[in-house]
Each structure stands twice: as structure tokens, then as C-alpha cells.
């Protein structure tokens, strides 16, 4: 079984063709890059638009597999910017049609954790999605990914590039202030703000921000990482202690940072769990991951109707875990 999956959530339009076995056979991508500031919805699917069809040949030349060899195409459905989630349906319902494919739509966050599990060999982990618009902490229970913490407004690595911005970084900024914050000497206070087993991080993120007219930026980057990566920790242990996972897996592209591994591989050692950390290449959106787990759900006979609308709010925790096992 061959499937080619295509991710247009936000800034990434990926194609990725994978087979049964979890053999990557495609990974294409391009990357819309504002100007200035943030993403601009409508310009980055325009871009996607253009640009589209060539990363799908790209992706197939690249497999050596002809279209007609394909079992099913798969797409992100949600949650993601509408203008970019409607780009990529339009090219999968476009495949799908034309060469009489069934279709799958994949929710993008589950995408993140299958790819991770996949590549790092897990069976059943605690996941920590930390990405620039999602911040979860999920487990599988019952049949469905629950989330058992999250952002209450923005994303972790949406408060890094946010107060990048602010400082003139350019995006993607958690690099740069990974950087920064290992020439940090001076801890800073700043607002810490865990609600229940959710999070919030505007306050931070306005704190860290006035923080930087008074002190070194690398004390200010430094505080930043040690408060937001605790409070994640902090949500993450709850969950682990309540649900006795024996593996935590990092996902989403904020994963790839250093300190944040120490500080949730100290979490997970004094609970007798194993830190895994999706590889950095897989960390970041891409097509790969829709094909791996359109291939999981159309094995499990999981498919979607050529008319059916995406969601830029669908939810981990609003789909039927088929494929796995209870
Ligand atoms: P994603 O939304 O999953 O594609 O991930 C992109 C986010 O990851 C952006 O917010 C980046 O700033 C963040 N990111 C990438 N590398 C790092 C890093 N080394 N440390 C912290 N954040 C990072
Ligand atoms: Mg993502």
C-alpha cells in the first residue's frame, strides 16, 4: 500500500509518500516566508496555489512511483489557517478525482504525534505537542488522543516568536533564542501561570517583553525558555503521574530545543519514563506525516467524503483512534 499525503496547515505546503512498512519514499516541501511579521494567511495559500502542483511532481518523480500506483491521497483536514487548509484540499480532491483515489483527511496535530511514534519506535506515549499554534499534552486513553493540558491562548512557540518579533528576530525566532538564552547569566522573575493542568502565556509573553527594556537580552531569553519550559513540564508531569505512560514523546517544532529536553528528560526520569524527541527533520510540518497516518486510517477503512469542508478548529481529541488497537 502506497500513500501520498499533502500538508498546507500554515506556512509549510509538504508532500510526502510513504508505504506500508513506514518507508518514506517521498519528502518534498516548500516554505512560505513573510516579509515582514507574521504569516499572512491569504498570501501564503497564494503562494501554495502557484506552487503546489510542482511539489507534487516533485514528490512523485522523487518515489519513482507513477500516480496511478497510489492507494489513496490524504490531506490535513484541521485544524490549521483556513485560506492554506482550503489550498491543500482543493489539490487533494483535485488527485483524488481525476485518478479515482479514495481520500483521507488527516487531522494535523494526530499527523505530528503518528510520525513521531513511527520514527522513534513507540508503542504508546505520553505526547507533549509543542509547536508555533499548539500547545498539548495528549495520551491516548479510551480510543481517542486526550488532551490533558493545554494552552489556553497562544501556542509556546507562537510566545517565542512573538517576543522575537518584538525584538527584531525574524521568524522562526525559537532558534535564535535558544542562542540568546545559553549566554544567559541572570534569572529574571516572570509571570509563571499554570491554570488546573492548562496553560497560558501572553502574560509571559507581555512580561518578557518589558523585561527587555531594562535588562540583557540574553538574561531576558534565558528566563523566558526556563519559565514557559516549566510550566510545560509542570502540566506534562501531571499528566504522566495520572496516566503511568512509560515513554514521553516531544513533538512539533519547538521539540528540536536543547534545554527543553533537559528539563522534560528530568521529568520523565523521576517517573521511570524514556524521553524521545521526534527527529529534528520530522519535528517541522511536512507531507510525510499526512501520508502516515492516511495510511493507518484508510488500512483502519477510515475515509473522507469528496465534499466535505475543512476544519481550522478540529480538534486531537475529536477523532476515533480506529487504527490503534484498545
Ligand atoms: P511548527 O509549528 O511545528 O512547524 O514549529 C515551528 C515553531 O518551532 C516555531 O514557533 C519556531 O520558533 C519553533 N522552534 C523551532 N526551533 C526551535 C528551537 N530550537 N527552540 C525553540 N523553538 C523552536
Ligand atoms: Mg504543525
Not at 516566508?33 to 504569516?39: A, D, F, L, M, V
Not at 486513553?141 to 512557540?157: N, S
Request: proline residues 5%; neutral net charge.
Amino acid at each position: 500500500m502506497i500513500v501520498l499525503g499533502i500538508e498546507c496547515t500554515a506556512h509549510t505546503f509538504g508532500v510526502g509518500i510513504v508505504n506500508n512498512k513506514g518507508e518514506i519514499l517521498a519528502d518534498q516541501r516548500i516554505q512560505y516566508r513573510p516579509k515582514e511579521g507574521g504569516i499572512r494567511p491569504r498570501e501564503a495559500a497564494q503562494m501554495m496555489s502557484e506552487k503546489g502542483a510542482d511539489v507534487i511532481a516533485s514528490a512523485l518523480k522523487e518515489a519513482g512511483v507513477p500516480i496511478t500506483d497510489i492507494d489513496a491521497i490524504a490531506f490535513s483536514i484541521g485544524p490549521g489557517l483556513g485560506p492554506c487548509l482550503r489550498t491543500g484540499a482543493v489539490a487533494a480532491r483535485y488527485l483524488a478525482r481525476k485518478y479515482e483515489k479514495p481520500l483521507v483527511g488527516v487531522n494535523h496535530c494526530i499527523a505530528h504525534i503518528e510520525i513521531g511514534k513511527l520514527l522513534c519506535r513507540l508503542q504508546d506515549p505520553l505526547v507533549v505537542y509543542l509547536s508555533g499554534a499548539n500547545t498539548q499534552i495528549i495520551a491516548l486513553a479510551k480510543g481517542r488522543y486526550r488532551v490533558f493540558g493545554e494552552t489556553l491562548d497562544i501556542g509556546l512557540g507562537n510566545l517565542l516568536d512573538s517576543w522575537g518579533r518584538a525584538m527584531g528576530i525574524p521568524f522562526p525566532a525559537g532558534p535564535k533564542i535558544e542562542e540568546l538564552a545559553k549566554k544567559g547569566k541572570k534569572f529574571i522573575e516572570l509571570p509563571y501561570t499554570v491554570k488546573g493542568s492548562d496553560l497560558t502565556f501572553s502574560g509571559l509573553y507581555t512580561a518578557a517583553v518589558k523585561a527587555a527594556e531594562r535588562y540583557p537580552l540574553e538574561d531576558v531569553a534565558y528566563s523566558l525558555q526556563e519559565v514557559a519550559f516549566t510550566m510545560t513540564a509542570e502540566v506534562a508531569e501531571r499528566a504522566l503521574a495520572h496516566t503511568e505512560k512509560k515513554e514521553v514523546l516531544l513533538v512539533g517544532g519547538v521539540a528540536a530545543n536543547k534545554r527543553l529536553q533537559e528539563i522534560m528528560g528530568a521529568m520523565a526520569e523521576e517517573h521511570g519514563a524514556s524521553l524521545h524527541v521526534v527527529p529534528l527533520k520530522y519535528a517541522a510540518d511536512n507531507g510525510v506525516m499526512i501520508a502516515w497516518t492516511g495510511l493507518l486510517m484508510y488500512r483502519a477503512g477510515l475515509t473522507t467524503a469528496l465534499n466535505e469542508t475543512v476544519n481550522p478548529r478540529f480538534r486531537t481529541d475529536q477523532v476515533d483512534v480506529r487504527w490503534v488497537p484498545i
